[in-house]
């Protein structure tokens, strides 16, 4: 079977309902089926998840892909330092925002992902970005280290 890319996924003809679905059903695949459901919290499956989806976007810059994370309203992401190889990527109003604390909890780690399989294609080496920072855990904001 060939692969789906990520524009064909835009092609949406549904007719009595529309191109969402609740936040609610996202938060339950990732906190319900993935984090709950999957062994170890899914770690493996949601970096392999997330830098597949990653790197399918269609975006040719840093800052393509953090406009379209935010298009895709995953989250509201900023590029808070910037070292030589390394970006702290900061996400407000992410997905996880309002859900109850749990400490010791950091639940994003396939949106970062999705940020590392992005950076990975844009910048044709290796990236791996790792969550320092989430909602969940009652920080203020989810927040990834990225390293290239
Ligand atoms: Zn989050």
Redesign the pocket.
């Known amino acids: 079977m060939d692969d789906f890319s990520f524009e064909e996924l835009k092609n949406i003809n549904r007719k009595k309902l529309s191109n969402s679905v609740p936040l609610e059903l996202y938060r339950a695949i990732r906190l319900i089926g993935m984090y709950q459901g999957l062994p170890m919290h899914g770690k493996s499956t949601t970096a392999t998840i997330g830098r597949k989806i990653g790197e399918s976007l269609p975006v040719n810059s840093i800052n393509e892909a953090l406009k379209l994370f935010e298009s895709l309203n995953i989250?509201v992401p900023t590029i808070v330092d910037e070292k030589e190889n390394e970006v702290i990527v900061q996400?407000d109003d992410?997905?996880?925002?309002g859900l109850p604390h749990k400490e010791g909890h950091l639940?994003?780690d396939l949106?970062g992902a999705i940020l590392e399989g992005a950076f990975t294609k844009i910048l044709d080496k290796r990236v791996r970005a790792k969550e320092t920072k989430?909602?969940?855990n009652g920080d203020s904001c989810?927040e990834y280290q990225v390293k290239m």
């Open positions: 989250g996400v992410c997905f996880c925002k639940v994003c949106e989430c909602n969940v989810c």
